[in-house]
T-cell receptor
Framework: ETGVTQSPTHLIKTRGQQVTLRCSSQSGHNTVSWYQQALGQGPQFIFQYYREEENGRGNFPPRFSGLQFPNYSSELNVNALELDDSALYLCASSGLAGGGPQETQYFGPGTRLLVL | AQSVTQLDSQVPVFEEAPVELRCNYS??????LFWYVQYPNQGLQLLLKYLSGSTLVESINGFEAEFNKSQTSFHLRKPSVHISDTAEYFCAVSSNYKLTFGKGTLLTVNP
């Protein structure tokens, strides 16, 4: 069984640029969630995708957007990067319909983004 | 709205000593609670979870946590820690579609 994978592992961008992060969900999982983990903080929920539709969103501006593909992999796009966007971005997948609250979310290793 | 408070940002202990990492939560809906562990430069790994039933839940590596509804707590304990338990531990509460995490507790086990 393949776990959650993310690419790239590290990324350096400059302020104002755009970035795309990628996530492959665990085999059999149809729900993907994205989290931002700033240094020294707990992960903060960005949004969740279920069957290619956004299923819920946290307190992040519209320049954070996402996609989910028919194979349940997902992308996180961030436009007009700001210095405060520097963080570890974590993807998590879960298996039941809609990612209900009892579902365990399985996390990938993350993408570390540095904005200069 | 849901929130999680981890009362200690850092907990240093000696090897083979007992440890307790404290977690308090607030939730207006049914409570599902999780502990995740994060080793340096890695993602989060599930340690244990409480969904319903017995209020004491255990992990395969000797950790346990007790759900206390009256005190709105879900403290994590281990009777004897190892050097390899050094990591950051996150408590989280689950709602319809998201996990809400605490700020984490860095457990450092010294020889």
């Amino acid at each position: 069984e393949t776990g959650v994978t993310q690419s790239p592992t590290h990324l350096i961008k400059t302020r104002g640029q755009q970035v795309t992060l990628r996530c492959s969900s665990q085999s059999g999982h149809n729900t993907v969630s994205w989290y931002q983990q700033a240094l020294g903080q707990g992960p903060q929920f960005i949004f969740q995708y279920y069957r290619e539709e956004e299923n819920g969103r946290g307190n992040f501006p519209p320049r954070f957007s996402g996609l989910q593909f028919p194979n349940y992999s997902s992308e996180l796009n961030v436009n007009a990067l700001e210095l405060d966007d520097s963080a570890l971005y974590l993807c998590a997948s879960s298996g039941l319909a809609g990612g209900g609250p009892q579902e365990t979310q399985y996390f990938g290793p993350g993408t570390r983004l540095l904005v200069l | 709205a849901q929130s999680v408070t981890q009362l200690d940002s850092q907990v240093p202990v000696f090897e083979e000593a007992p440890v307790e990492l404290r977690c308090n939560y607030s939730s207006s809906v049914s409570v599902y609670l999780f502990w995740y562990v994060q080793y340096p430069n890695q993602g989060l790994q599930l340690l244990l979870k409480y969904l319903s039933g017995s209020t004491l839940v255990e992990s395969i590596n000797g950790f346990e946590a007790e759900f206390n509804k009256s005190q709105t707590s879900f403290h994590l304990r281990k009777p004897s820690v190892h050097i390899s338990d050094t990591a950051e531990y996150f408590c989280a509460v689950s709602s319809n579609y998201k996990l809400t995490f605490g700020k984490g507790t860095l457990l450092t086990v010294n020889p």
